[in-house]
């Protein structure tokens, strides 16, 4: 007999946002207005579920013909070099969503919204 799982994609999300967050050089993940829209919308749908609302802001996932896409939107450090950063951020979230949820992402795109000084 065979069980089919789904795993929501805001768990996705949050599993990618905890990741990228963790990756160094990225300051905070910034939802920016389409993830701000996105975020509260899921906030509530969990709420009126009962459910805690799972940290995800500034990361969107897409499941289409099979494929899993996550978009980060985030902000770096100036003593880091943006592209090495968002490099790492797409290496840690494919590498946590597959160990994490044992799903395969086949794109991490990665917007760096804000280079702040620290």
Request: hydrophobic content about 50%; glycine content about 8%; charged content about 25%.
């Amino acid at each position: 007999m065979s069980v089919d799982y789904v795993i929501a994609d805001p768990v996705i999300a949050s599993v990618a946002a905890r990741a990228a967050i963790e990756t160094p050089g990225v300051v905070r993940l910034e939802p920016g207005l389409r993830g701000l829209v996105t975020a509260w919308t899921r906030a509530a749908r969990q709420r009126w579920k009962g459910l805690d609302p799972a940290p995800a802001d500034g990361v969107r996932v897409r499941t289409a013909d099979g494929r899993l896409s996550v978009e980060v939107d985030l902000v770096t450090s100036a003593a880091d070099q943006a592209a090495a950063v968002g490099r790492a951020v797409q290496r840690a979230v494919g590498r946590a969503v597959a160990e994490q949820t044992g799903l395969v992402v086949t794109d991490v795109s990665v917007s760096i919204l804000d280079i702040e000084a620290r």
